[in-house]
């Protein structure tokens, strides 16, 4: 896989994020539109998703990524490895959450993963966060019953946060008690996540289920 430079961190507040993006036409994307689908937030270089996607081709996939070259590079690989059930999208998730989902037929969402999302420590940088109340309340909106939220990072704060806005959230039901979850129970570790690992770090792990019945 060819790199390219890229900046670390974009701030997702600035004007140049602020545009809702046409969503594409699914049914050019993906093979079989009507697959429940995964989507996730903050995707990177997509490495995640790319095995996802071979894993499991009964699913189909959505990474979603601010920096634009990094999701260059995740549709060229998509391509190269000639996978119809994995799309990428280059945006700012905080104004894109309705419309996109909208655009794809009802009831399609059944996964959404937030995997190590920027920290941005300083106080005043917070409101940067990913993970926003509104961010929450369109999961809570479009994730179908019994579907599943996952949330990891290595930094304790942001994973604490993250936790406490889906448990806030009458939609939610926390799974596996009061602990982090001590496994990953995706079959696939980021790369961020991998990295911590191999650093011996700890990584705090949640996962949610929306309530309600599950459609037959
Ligand atoms: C620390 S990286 C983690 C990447 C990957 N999930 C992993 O675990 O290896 C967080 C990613 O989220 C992206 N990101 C941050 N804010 C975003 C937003 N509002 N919308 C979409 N992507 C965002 C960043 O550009 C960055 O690539």
């Known amino acids: 896989m ?3 430079r890229v900046r670390q961190h974009v701030n997702p507040l600035s004007y140049a994020y602020q545009t809702p993006i046409v969503p594409p036409t699914w049914s050019q994307v993906y093979t079989n539109p009507a697959q429940p689908l995964h989507l996730d937030i903050g995707c990177a270089w997509g490495r995640f998703l790319l095995q996802m996607a071979a894993i499991e081709p009964d699913w189909n996939f959505l990474g979603i990524e601010i ?3 990094l999701v260059e590079t995740a549709l ?3 391509d190269e490895e000639k996978l119809s059930n994995l799309h990428f999208i280059f945006c700012n998730i905080n104004h894109t959450f309705a419309p996109l989902i909208e655009s794809l037929p009802p009831g399609i969402l059944h996964r959404v993963s937030i ?3 920027d920290p941005w420590f300083k106080k005043r940088h917070q409101k940067r966060r990913v993970v926003q109340p509104e961010l929450v309340e369109n999961v809570a909106k479009y994730l179908v019953p019994g579907g599943m939220v996952f949330l990891q990072s290595d930094v304790h704060d942001v994973a ?3 936790r406490d806005r ?3 959230h009458s939609s939610f039901e926390r799974q596996g008690g009061e602990d982090w979850l001590p496994e990953n129970p995706m079959p696939v570790a980021t790369e961020r996540e991998q990295s911590t690992l191999d650093k011996d770090e700890p990584v705090y792990r949640v996962v ?3 309530k309600g019945e599950i459609p037959g």
Do not use: N
Request: no cysteine; hydrophobic share 50%.
């Open 208 to 210: 949610f289920l929306k």
């Open 115 to 117: 995997q190590f999302p």
């Open 166 to 168: 889906f448990a806030e």
């Open 67 to 69: 920096r634009e070259p």
């Open 2 to 4: 060819v790199r390219v």
């Open 160 to 162: 604490i946060e993250m």
């Open 76 to 78: 060229a690989q998509r």
